[in-house]
């Protein structure tokens, strides 16, 4: 029997806008050990806002790291790359940063 046990769920996050209508998300990971490690689910509602003016400093809510890529070359030096996403806070929508690292395969 695959039974996956999940927390409960995150708080909401704010507006993805401070104008108009945007959306917000929350999450909940699955904590038993038939998950694959990081599995998590999101949930997602929309939002509207009027003349709110949000204070742009707000910190910003990143979920977890992504996978590494694989390397960008079979031989020599390359880079592998991973993402994560602003899924609260003072995130535009769709905002999301990359990290990068070099790689090095086998010879040329």
């Known amino acids: ?3 996956k046990a999940w927390d409960n769920w995150s708080n909401w ?6 104008c108009g209508q945007g959306q917000q998300v929350r999450w ?16 997602l509602k929309r939002c509207r806002l009027k003349n ?6 707000e910190p910003k809510i990143w979920d977890q ?4 890529s694989a390397c960008s070359v079979t031989c020599g030096i390359g880079k ?3 993402w994560r996403h602003c899924i609260g806070g003072s995130c535009s929508l769709g905002e999301k940063k990359a990290q990068l690292k070099t790689c090095t395969s086998a010879a040329c």
């Open 80 to 82: 592998i790359m991973r």
């Open 52 to 57: 709110s003016r949000r204070n742009d400093r």
């Open 65 to 68: 790291w992504g996978n590494w």
């Open 13 to 18: 996050s704010t507006c993805s806008v401070t």
């Open 28 to 43: 909940r990971h699955c904590s038993s050990k038939e998950c694959v490690k990081g599995l998590k689910m999101a949930q």
């Open 1 to 3: 029997v695959d039974v």
